[in-house]
């Protein structure tokens, strides 16, 4: 009798611990109208980036010709972005994007804080690629 009581105080004890565990790791949530407050602090809009003068664009890149069925799919891919304090002034307010339809990294003031620097390509020279 005494074994079964200690059987079933562990069963209850690590169902307890389970419960427990689960409650505290459960994602938190909020109500709609907390929500609908934050999210209203927060907007977007389009803003075009720098493009460098003179460059033609392509719709289509020029891929491996074992590729050229997936050419359409590997155009859509590859852009990035990504912004820095490249002129060291404590504010990240410069840019760094890379545009597939002219195979370039282009680094440039962030649109909107002001004509810093002409916008020019970053090109890996001296690099093994």
Partial sequence: MKHANN???KR????????ALYWFARLPTLADAERTDLASRF?????????????????????????DHFAAWISSIGAAVAI???????????????????????????P????????FELKP???PL
């Fill in 112 to 119: 909107g804080s002001g004509d810093r620097f002409k916008p």
């Fill in 43 to 67: 907007s977007f809009f389009r803003i075009p980036l720098p493009e460098m003068p003179g460059v033609e664009m392509k719709s289509i890149r020029t891929v491996h010709r074992d590729m």
């Fill in 84 to 110: 820095n304090d490249l002129d060291n002034d404590g504010l990240e307010n410069d840019l760094c994007h890379v545009d597939p339809r002219t195979d370039m990294a282009i680094i440039s003031p962030v």
């Fill in 12 to 19: 209850v004890t690590a169902i307890g611990v389970i419960v």
């Fill in 7 to 9: 059987q079933t105080l």
């Fill in 125 to 127: 020279t001296g690099l």
